[in-house]
């Protein structure tokens, strides 16, 4: 682990269901990070899949032992990523997963939990879902990753936070939707806005969120990917609605300060919040 | 009679027009760029919904990749003609046109009897294969220009001006159309002017609708966006009546915005089972 490291986002366009371009693309956004220094890329959310896949989902689908896997850890040999794709188990399931890959091994995965089946998302009628939320230690500090909407239920953050993550990893395939009078952006990015700054205070952490662009069957992503410092400060912020990287330099030393501000990680009663949430499972069976 | 509350800010339709413009141009460089195809064919009424479209993807793909053709029946307005031509100087489209008169008068004078709807759907279907036509023959997309109000309401011929490959306009509503095309530049007389399908002389969509755009945005507005129950939306001040009848014209077009009915007979049927996106592979 690291004080300082630099970390990079690659908010790019995939290609829908065309893992040959973009493992091009993929490519490219290492060399490109690999130039400004980063030790950490994140991709976003099925950014090496495209996201409406629909019954593509079992043809584009990765296997951890297979070709595709192999290539991706051969790429990993400078810098470390995060790669977003559709994970196809031993057991033949398929998970919307991210995967880190780093120093040419996979060192961890995280299947996406909370698969979005409402509006215009339809994910757990092609995904598995994910059974954990767990902090692991990267290269470069403790951190735990969220898949997009893992990161709308407050649970998951708080179970990170918990387990000694000092960044949330967030990958993301995030729709521009909502319309509010003034403001640069659509209402889904401002209310994602809302919830990476409030997060990386209330627990003195770091977001590193990570958000793709482009379309799909009329759907735009909004873009706007961000590290956010555990003060809430905005490190970077790419654009809205274009493709672009962005990086910036990272000092845990920020989250100590955070933290002896506002410890209020030090002040969470966790024997309480056991002891409340069995009352009220116990109340619901 | 006042069929919605006027004053109710809850019931506004939002118009970030800068926003709009944004992410309505950016759609259709990155959706009609996918196809391979760099040029866009679109039908010019001389109304707004359509110089709305063309005006987006004159800045999207750049004026010289935008085809408007204006397909005038002997009794459309003139103003019609000269509003699309106002349109094209101020976008830089090219523009041609091709009249419809002598196919449809053909077609009708062996069902001399044929009502306003019939000729209305013939003229609206007759322009629509002129520009799949011109979509070959150009090697563009052709631009649809149905907005949301006109969608929900099923108020538009089905395989006629509803029918497009893509559509930048499809979820504005009417009163939406008109604040953007405000912004970016449509000339005034297109978008003062009562909206009308131009069938007859002085017929209007509000006259046959029998509400405003401006009553009607506000109540789908709510019903569909905001997901209003029916009961809410009388305590909200919207006329029993209204709310009604305009729900039952939604529900009784939901055909004309789905594909046709399939019987179900294999294990994979189109659009029930053999599900993948429209840009799959592009």
Redesign the interface.
Known sequence: MADRFTVALAQV?PR??DVETNLETYAEQIREASGLGADLLVFPELSLTGY?????VSEVATRLDGPIARKLREMSKGTAFVAGLVEESPDFQFYNSAVWFEDGEISHVHRKVYLPTYGMFDENRYFARGRRIVAHEAAVARVATLVCEDFWHPSTSYLAALDGALALVCPSSSP?QG????????KNARTWELFTRATAQVYGLFVFYANRV?????V?FWGGSEIVGPDGEVLVKAP???AAMVCAEVDLAAARRRRIVAPVLRDEDLDLTARELDRILRGRQ | MTQSPEVNPQFELPSNLSLLETVLVKFLADEVGKTGCEKVVVGLSGGVDSALSAALAARALGPENVLGILMPYKLSSKESLSDAAALATATGIETRTIEISEQIDAYFSQFPEADVMRRGNKMARERMTILYDHSARQGGLVLGTSNKTELLLGYGTLHGDMASAINPIGDLYKTQVWKLSRALGVPDSIIDKAPSADLTPGQTDEDDLGFSYAEVDRLLYAMVDQRYARDELLQAGFAADFVDKVARRVQRSQFKRRLPVIAKISARTIDRDFRYARDWGL
């Open positions: 366009s829908l269901a409406h896949l629909k019954d593509d521009a319309m509010a009078e003034d403001e640069d952006c659509d482009g379309f799909e069957d009329g735009g809205y609605y274009e």
